[in-house]
């Protein structure tokens, strides 16, 4: 398999210790996720998808109930790096849970793009995530904030070094 590729997401099923390894992760160890209240919503090795509720502790507009801008890229930087997790995991498939969830620890944001379409308003939002190209070094991703009834409201990108 070309290291630059991702494995055809079609042959690749995680088992569910390594889903419930990496939400483990993703919403309880990384602590700045809770305080947003981030919940994982789907782990594939081509996509993941999240969660967020709005709370009054995340207006950033008072006066209309926005969300704000920064919890808004926040999560697309947090759910970004969840989707290389997924990438790394299905590269190395064959590999016990626990050998994958190691290959995270050197795992950092190097860039990150977000464009803010629309304003965040509603009671609870959507996220997606996918790696575009997964490198031996860099990782390069697509994200997606949407309101519930899947109105895009934000769009990013991200870098991101894993090794």
Known sequence: MSRSKLPDPATVVFEPEFV???????ERQIVFNQVLGLKVTGVKPERVTARIDMRHDLIGHPAYNRIHGGVISACLD?????AVMAAIGARH????VAQRMHRFAKLGT??????????????????????LRLGSR??????????????????GAGAYIVS
């Open 110 to 131: 190097i860039d990150l793009r977000i464009d803010y379409l629309r304003p965040g308003i509603g009671e609870y939002f959507e996220m997606e995530a996918e790696v």
């Open 138 to 155: 860099v990782a390069s991703t697509r994200m997606a904030f949407k309101a519930a009834d899947g109105t895009l409201l934000s769009a």
């Open 20 to 26: 419930a390894a990496l939400t483990e992760l993703f």
């Open 78 to 82: 947090g759910l970004g790096g969840l």
């Open 93 to 96: 498939i064959d590999e016990p």
